[in-house]
């Protein structure tokens, strides 16, 4: 994937307005953690690894603008964009990850001057920026060794280069192995509420002439019940200590109907989106997002005004229902609280 998903220029974060995909494509510039912040919010930026990159630039960004304040204003400043980040979002857990990171640098860096402390920030955060890649790279040598050649993939959600550093999660192994020669075509259902997977999803697979196919959500039980489903390949925002995984709604759907049909049900995830603090997915705090992405689309309504609306985001899927976490220390079958612990030793 040659878009850059996010990008420095000038001082500044660049960020793909998401929101606009594919209709229009175009940077948005932000220059503070509150601009930051924001764009996390809005879904200008999503995808738990993305959104992690965003905050870590975010922090950077703070102490870029405090740097000529007195140190108590910095460490003040400073504070109040870390809080601010922190309450953009609360599902995925990258995000808390990444600012406990940044977090880490200021402590080693207390005693030195608001310029050099700026400057460390903003290579801590080239550096998050980087490791994505990587790790995503790693992500997807492991998982391509689990696709058959000529399978057929069905993904949910989008958890591409759009919603990474770049080469993605669930994509990136898509990815890898198209790279390693395989002839791999993919099943995008459209993603109901925000359509991740119609508008962001079926564009990347296309860019790259990856065959894909769009089918709305409640097509998937039929394409399996007729066998032309080989494996299932989603992200995550948060997995839990137990393996459970927190994932865009309407992943425990398709999770449950790849077990009726024996399909393998594999979630691409890196170790930074693991939440060993977090017993099971049923401590994993779930976003309940504005009604307004359920009853219309952009200036198209079409449910009756009046109507109460639900939105939780994401819903958990039990680990008994994956067949395997593909992280970037290889792959984890039947995931349990031990195995996955492993994955954090030595």
Same mark, same amino acid.
């Given at each position: 994937?040659?878009?850059?998903?996010?990008?420095?220029a000038n001082g500044r974060l660049e960020m793909v307005d998401q929101r606009t995909l594919p209709a229009v494509?175009?940077?948005?510039?932000?220059?503070?953690?509150?601009?930051?912040?924001?764009?996390?919010?809005?879904?200008?930026v999503r995808g738990a690894p993305a959104i992690g990159v965003a905050a870590a630039y975010g922090v950077a960004? @703070?102490?870029? &603008?405090?740097?000529?304040?007195?140190?108590?204003?910095?460490?003040?400043? !400073?504070?109040? *964009?870390?809080? $601010? =980040?922190?309450?953009?979002?609360?599902?995925?857990?990258?995000?808390?990850?990444?600012?406990?990171?940044?977090?880490?640098?200021?402590?080693?860096?207390?005693?030195?001057?608001?310029?050099?402390?700026?400057?460390?920030?903003?290579?801590?955060?080239?550096?998050?920026?980087? @490791?994505?890649? &990587?790790?995503?790279?790693?992500?997807?040598?492991?998982?391509?060794?689990? !696709?058959?050649? *000529?399978?057929? $993939? =069905?993904?949910?959600?989008?958890?591409?280069?759009?919603?990474?550093?770049?080469?993605?999660?669930?994509?990136?192994?898509?990815?890898?192995?198209?790279?390693?020669?395989?002839?791999?075509?993919?099943?995008?259902?459209?993603?109901?509420?925000?359509?991740?997977?119609?508008?962001?999803?079926?564009?990347?697979?296309?860019?790259?002439?990856?065959?894909?196919?769009?089918?709305?959500?409640?097509?998937?039980?039929?394409?399996?019940?007729?066998?032309?489903?080989?494996?299932?390949?989603?992200?995550?925002?948060?997995?839990?200590?137990?393996?459970?995984?927190?994932?865009?709604?309407?992943?425990?759907?398709?999770?449950?109907?790849?077990?009726?049909?024996?399909?393998?049900?594999?979630?691409?995830?890196?170790?930074?989106?693991?939440?060993?603090?977090?017993?099971?997915?049923?401590?994993?705090?779930?976003?309940?997002?504005?009604?307004?992405?359920?009853?219309?689309?952009?200036?198209?309504?079409?449910?009756?005004?009046?109507?109460?609306?639900?939105?939780?985001?994401?819903?958990?899927?039990?680990?008994?229902?994956?067949?395997?976490?593909?992280?970037?220390?290889?792959?984890?079958?039947?995931?349990?609280?031990?195995?996955?612990?492993?994955?954090?030793?030595?």
């Open positions: 994937m040659t878009v850059e998903t996010l990008r420095w494509f175009e940077y948005i510039a932000y220059d503070s953690a509150a601009s930051v912040a924001e764009g996390i919010r809005g879904m200008v960004l @703070e102490a870029l &603008r405090l740097r000529g304040e007195s140190k108590a204003d910095f460490k003040a400043g !400073l504070e109040a *964009g870390f809080k $601010v =980040l922190a309450a953009s979002r609360p599902t995925a857990v990258n995000l808390f990850w990444a600012l406990e990171r940044m977090r880490q640098v200021c402590s080693s860096m207390v005693g030195q001057n608001n310029f050099a402390v700026a400057e460390r920030l903003l290579a801590e955060a080239r550096e998050v920026f980087e @490791e994505d890649i &990587r790790v995503n790279r790693a992500m997807g040598g492991y998982g391509a060794e689990l !696709l058959s050649d *000529g399978a057929r $993939v =069905l993904t949910h959600c989008n958890a591409g280069a759009l919603a990474t550093a770049g080469h993605g999660t669930a994509l990136g192994v898509i990815r890898s192995a198209v790279e390693a020669g395989k002839k791999i075509s993919v099943i995008s259902d459209e993603t109901r509420p925000f359509l991740q997977g119609a508008r962001l999803t079926a564009w990347e697979m296309v860019q790259e002439n990856i065959p894909v196919t769009l089918i709305t959500d409640n097509m998937s039980g039929y394409m399996m019940s007729r066998g032309e489903v080989d494996a299932v390949v989603v992200g995550t925002d948060r997995v839990a200590g137990n393996g459970d995984v927190a994932n865009k709604i309407g992943t425990y759907m398709v999770a449950v109907l790849a077990r009726r049909h024996g399909i393998p049900f594999y979630v691409a995830c890196p170790l930074s989106t693991i939440d060993m603090s977090i017993a099971s997915g049923a401590d994993i705090p779930i976003e309940e997002r504005a009604s307004d992405e359920v009853t219309g689309f952009r200036e198209c309504q079409w449910a009756a005004k009046g109507v109460q609306v639900r939105n939780p985001a994401f819903d958990i899927t039990p680990a008994e229902l994956v067949t395997a976490l593909i992280t970037e220390k290889g792959i984890v079958h039947q995931p349990n609280r031990e195995s996955i612990g492993s994955l954090f030793s030595g």
